[in-house]
């Protein structure tokens, strides 16, 4: 149990166009994910808390115009880069969290490479 | 200031030799340590989560420990396929998730 998916695994982008991650929980449901960013060799940035039904939560120096972040539903959240850069490319991570009783556990996607030219 | 140092930040074995990764934190209100292992282009792996001092848990070769200060990753006889990044986060009241930098773990055969 607690699988999550992302999609799209990789994606290659020009300058200027918009680029949409969907982040899945696929066998619980999440009122919290998270999305991280990581570059080679670093450990993981959070850049924002996805809240269902609420605006996210950015991190001090995210922007929010240029992260766009919606939590549709109890399974999905999306991330879209906006008029992306040749910097933003990254690695794009979510997480979703999962609360069982006493415990309280971030599980977290397999990534989306993204590459802006 | 919530702090979280993972040590070393490389370690190379040779297979069959045991060893320990440490994470050591300074939080308030420690709400959970988690270990995850991370491979090259692929989100992190969910392995422990531990709440209080004394507590521990084992999977396959690995053993995590936690006191009040530190948790310690135990390898015990390390295969090639161990190979990995090892992450350590720590989340505190509020539920504000802290990750440390990371031990890159290379087991050779």
């Known amino acids: 149990g607690a699988v999550v998916s992302q999609h799209p695994s990789w994606v290659i982008c020009k300058s200027g166009t918009s680029v949409k991650i969907e982040c899945r929980s696929l066998?619980?449901?999440?009122?919290?994910m998270f999305w991280y960013r990581q570059f080679p060799k670093q450990s993981l940035m959070l850049m924002a808390t996805?809240?269902?039904?609420?605006?996210?939560?950015?991190e001090q120096g995210v922007e929010k115009d240029k992260f766009l972040i919606n939590h549709a539903s109890l399974t999905l959240s999306t991330l879209t880069v906006t008029s992306a850069h040749p910097e933003d490319s990254s690695f794009y991570i979510c997480?979703?969290?999962?609360?069982?009783?006493?415990?309280?556990?971030?599980?977290f996607g397999p990534g989306t490479r993204l590459t802006v030219l | 200031e919530d702090q979280v140092t993972q040590s070393p930040e490389a370690l190379r074995l040779q297979e069959g030799e045991s060893s320990s990764l440490n994470c050591s934190y300074t939080?308030?209100?420690?709400?959970?340590l988690f270990w995850y292992r991370q491979d090259p282009g692929k989100g992190p792996e969910f392995l422990f989560t531990?709440?209080?001092a004394g507590e521990e848990k084992e999977k396959e070769r690995l053993k995590a420990t936690l006191t009040k200060k530190e948790s310690f990753l135990h390898i015990t006889a390390p295969k090639p396929e161990d190979s990995a990044t090892y992450l350590c986060?720590?989340?505190?009241?509020?539920?504000?998730?802290?990750f440390g930098a990371g031990t890159r773990l290379f087991v050779k055969a």
């Open positions: 997480s979703a969290r999962r609360v069982m009783g006493s415990t309280d556990t971030q599980y």
């Open positions: 066998d619980f449901q999440a009122t919290t």
């Open positions: 996805s809240n269902e039904g609420s605006k996210a939560t950015y």
């Open positions: 939080v308030s209100g420690l709400r959970g």
């Open positions: 531990l709440y209080s």
């Open positions: 986060a720590v989340h505190t009241g509020g539920f504000k998730t802290i």
